[in-house]
């Protein structure tokens, strides 16, 4: 396990890099979720190494906190273009909730990109934030910044944050997949994103794809995990 820093732009991201023992050509990169960290609570560092002794390297990294999709988006571009830089081999992508919708918007632009595993990932983002923001979304769409202090920490967002989903077309970027093959997990219980965004990005995707939901499964995937790593796992050692 190596700590890096990779430039985005003006930022510097940290990330965590798990080579693999056997030396295959597949990286995984993993792109966290909104308020998360490249950690994921100690999941993602779990299922980092768990690939890496399967013969998969892997790339975890954290945002700049709480930017745009647009933001991310530039940068998960700049962590996909150092690692073909200085690691090579076949790409895939991670990514949990809208470190998801990141992942998808780049697979969708990079036809370089092997394949993509979506983790409890939104396409409609408006109606997730409502969900996740509750009544202090109605602040941003007011044009108002959003402050406050929860069981998560500090939140300070600027309206700009929700006005920039509508420069992103996700729907348009799940018909664009047909030259990755496309992973899919969601739990049906989540309340956050329903699964019903998960089925409707399954359904679009033009090429080979596959969904699996966890009965009973939360936002965060927290009973089923140690599955969600299996057949992550599993998927991955077809290529």
Known sequence: MNCISIAAGTARLSAVFHPSTRYLDKTLI????????KDGGGRAVRLAETLAASGIHVLRYDFTPLQSLSCQISELTAVV??????????????GRS????????VAAGDKNISGLILWATPWDLAATFRLALGNHYEQLAAG????????YGDLVLAPDFIRDFSNH???????????????I???????????????????LAAGPKKLILYPGGDHHLAAQSSQAGKDIAAWLGQF
């Not at 729907?171 to 496309?182: F, G, I, Q, V």
């Open 30 to 37: 993993i792109s966290h979720g909104f308020r998360g960290s």
């Open 81 to 94: 273009e150092h690692t073909r830089q200085t690691i090579g081999g076949r790409l895939f992508l991670l």
């Open 98 to 105: 809208l470190g998801g919708t990141t992942s998808l918007a």
């Open 144 to 151: 108002n910044t959003l402050r406050l202090t929860d069981e």
């Open 169 to 183: 077309p996700i729907l348009t970027y799940s018909r664009r997949l047909d030259h990755c093959p496309l992973l």
């Open 185 to 203: 997990l969601h739990g049906t219980a989540d309340a956050i994103v329903p699964c019903g965004q998960a089925r409707t990005l399954y359904e």
